[in-house]
């Protein structure tokens, strides 16, 4: 049981490129979420997804998309890179039922993305 | 939009010495709430959470956080650190069960320091 899994773990990016940030988890969780973590800010919500097909918006989710098509896939894309975009990016997921509502989030190990 | 508020920005204390982290939030309803901890290089981990019950909620290393509704906050308090406790503390916030899908709202963070 690997959890949740993110690749790469580093990026640098040109202005202006696009990537696609992978994340998986095995835990068959329904709900998953990208997150990004700026120093003294805290993570912030970029998307999140409540099951296959299904994706929202979250609190920063300009310049990203996201995908759902499997349970356990949520990659996150950056169409055109920015420097504003520099951050390390977390994936998390939970599971959720809905009488008992969302539990503990399980964050990956994170991608360190710089845009220059 | 609900804020989470964590006073102390960076703590350095010695070993042995008693900690306490603030966290206050700004949501009026039924609240699950979480401190996690993150060790230089890692990803989150949780430490531990409360969503109903005994307000006094202990968690993993000895860390133990108190529920104070009247006052909106979730306190983490450890009676004696250790070197190994350096790392960034978080405090989030979600707020109902199922009404927000389990968008946690994070605080910025505090870095605790433990000098041996």
């Known amino acids: 049981n690997a959890g949740v899994t993110q690749t790469p773990k580093f990026r640098i990016l040109k202005i202006g490129q696009s990537m696609t940030l992978q994340c998986t988890q095995d835990?068959?969780?329904?709900?998953m979420y990208w997150y990004r973590q700026d120093p003294g800010m805290g993570l912030k919500l970029i998307y999140y997804?409540?099951?296959?097909?299904?994706?929202d918006k979250g609190e920063v989710p300009n310049g990203y998309n996201v995908s759902r098509s499997t349970t356990e896939d949520f990659p996150l894309r950056l169409e055109l890179a920015a420097p504003s975009q520099t951050s390390v990016y977390f994936c998390?997921?939970?599971?959720?039922?809905?009488?008992?509502?969302?539990?503990?989030?399980?964050f990956g190990p994170g991608t360190r993305l710089t845009v220059l | 939009a609900q804020s989470v508020s964590q006073h102390n920005h960076h703590v350095i204390l010695s070993e042995a010495a008693s900690l306490e982290l603030g966290c206050n939030y700004s949501?009026?309803?039924?609240?699950?709430l979480f401190w996690y901890v993150q060790y230089p290089g890692q990803h989150l981990q949780l430490l531990l959470k409360?969503?109903?019950?005994?307000?006094l909620v202990k968690g993993i290393k000895g860390f133990e956080a108190e529920f104070i509704k009247s006052k909106f906050s979730f306190n983490l308090r450890k009676p004696s650190v250790q070197w190994s406790d350096t790392a960034e503390y978080f405090c989030?916030?979600?707020?109902?069960?199922?009404?927000?899908?389990?968008?946690?709202?994070f605080g910025r963070g505090t870095q605790l320091t433990v000098w041996p």
């Open positions: 989030a916030v979600n707020a109902g069960r199922g009404s927000t899908l389990g968008r946690l709202y």
């Open positions: 998390a997921s939970s599971y959720s039922t809905l009488a008992g509502g969302p539990d503990t989030q399980y």
């Open positions: 997804s409540v099951g296959a097909g299904i994706t």
């Open positions: 835990m068959n969780h329904n709900y």
């Open positions: 949501y009026g309803g039924t609240v699950n």
């Open positions: 409360y969503f109903s019950g005994d307000p």
